[in-house]
């Protein structure tokens, strides 16, 4: 019996005009489920191995989404392959995904809210600190002076004393907060016109000051606060951070560790008030990932009180739609 040779690449047949497997298009989205880029290659390269070996030239794409599902089980677990599964659940939504990242100074969420649009393929990415560059070229130092000052500094800017019994660099913080806030809303109100999705990361995004209920029929509003508890930890990330960014001197923050210790307190503690999820940052990959468990969690919330009655028609296992009773599969084994 002649044995059937092994295509050089395989078509998936159910797209026009009949792409073939990309390990570039299918890195991109594995990395939804939270993986690295490097790991997501990795799959990418396991899962074209796998439809090789087959030794069918097509493929459709219920049967790729069944073999990715498989590998990521089998390379990365079934913590990314669920993730994976609800993400394509979540990608049907109608409407923009607004993430929003805050903490103190330093805690890493540049990095993590950039790391973050590579995975989802989110395309803009805004700074609370670029909203306050802004601001302060419409408020001169004399009108709105907190504006002028770093998030930790705000209190020596005050004109006036704060209220008996409250702390001054908080006092600074909130007043700072309330005026960014304005600029932020705007994104939001944009985000939610343009249906367009977004992440706004910042020391300004402070539970509490955002009014995400709003906007909640017109976007996906995901919040989140990110932590540093241990000092010296977080006193490394900005030997870090001067060390990529020469103009931004670790000494200026060390200086004021103890203003910034306070802010994050305060932020924490509103994160506390209003269910806003804390997640300590002591490894990228790991933090990323549970910011994407997150997400992930909260739109497959959207996307089932959107289409709760669609599962019943949605047919057996394997049939289009059919991705929740993957997930009910994955799940169960992981049981």
């Given at each position: ?5 092994k295509?050089?690449s ?14 570039g ?9 939270g993986?690295s ?18 030794r ?6 219920q ?19 669920k ?10 939504l109608?409407?923009p995904l607004?993430?929003?990242?805050g903490?103190?100074t330093?805690?890493g969420?540049?990095t ?10 989110i ?9 306050r ?13 907190t ?11 005050l004109?006036?004393s ?5 702390d001054?660099?908080i006092?600074g913080?909130?007043?700072q ?9 705007a994104?939001l109100?944009?985000?939610a016109v343009?249906?367009?999705?977004i992440?706004?990361e ?20 995901v ?16 030997s870090?951070r ?7 001197q ?6 004021g ?17 209003h269910?806003?999820p804390?997640?300590?940052n002591?490894?990228?990959d ?8 997150l997400?992930v969690?909260?739109a497959?919330?959207?996307?089932g009180?959107?289409?709760g ?5 949605a ?14 599969m ?6």
């Amino acid at each position: 019996m002649t044995r059937t040779r092994k295509p050089s690449s395989v078509i998936i047949s159910d797209r026009d005009p009949g792409l073939p497997y990309s390990k570039g298009l299918m890195a991109s989205r594995v990395m939804a489920s939270g993986l690295s880029a490097y790991r997501a290659y990795q799959v990418a390269e396991r899962i074209e191995q796998v439809l090789l070996d087959r030794r069918s030239p097509t493929v459709t794409s219920q049967e790729l989404s069944d073999v990715t599902v498989q590998v990521l089980e089998e390379l990365a677990g079934d913590r990314y392959a669920k993730n994976y599964v609800r993400w394509q659940q979540v990608e049907r939504l109608d409407i923009p995904l607004v993430i929003l990242i805050g903490g103190a100074t330093g805690v890493g969420k540049s990095t993590i809210a950039t790391q973050l649009a590579a995975r989802l393929g989110i395309v803009r990415v805004v700074a609370t600190d670029a909203i306050r560059e802004v601001m302060r070229a419409m408020f001169s130092n004399e009108l709105m002076p907190t504006l002028h000052t770093s998030s930790f500094d705000a209190g020596t800017a005050l004109r006036e004393s704060p209220l008996a019994g409250m702390d001054r660099v908080i006092a600074g913080f909130r007043e700072q907060t309330e005026a960014v806030v304005v600029g932020l809303n705007a994104f939001l109100a944009r985000a939610a016109v343009e249906g367009t999705s977004i992440i706004i990361e910042g020391a300004h995004v402070v539970p509490g000051f955002v009014d995400l209920d709003r906007w909640q029929d017109r976007l996906l509003g995901v919040p989140v606060v990110i932590t540093v508890d241990d000092e010296d930890v977080h006193r490394v990330h900005f030997s870090a951070r001067s060390a990529d960014y020469p103009s931004r001197q670790s000494d200026r923050y060390s200086k004021g560790m103890t203003n910034i210790r306070r802010v994050q307190k305060f932020i924490r503690s509103q994160a506390l008030a209003h269910g806003v999820p804390v997640i300590p940052n002591y490894s990228l990959d790991q933090t990323i990932a549970a910011v994407v468990d997150l997400i992930v969690e909260r739109a497959t919330e959207r996307v089932g009180t959107a289409s709760g009655d669609a599962a019943a028609a949605a047919g057996p296992p394997g049939s289009p739609g059919a991705e929740p009773a993957t997930v009910a599969m994955i799940e169960g084994r992981a049981r």
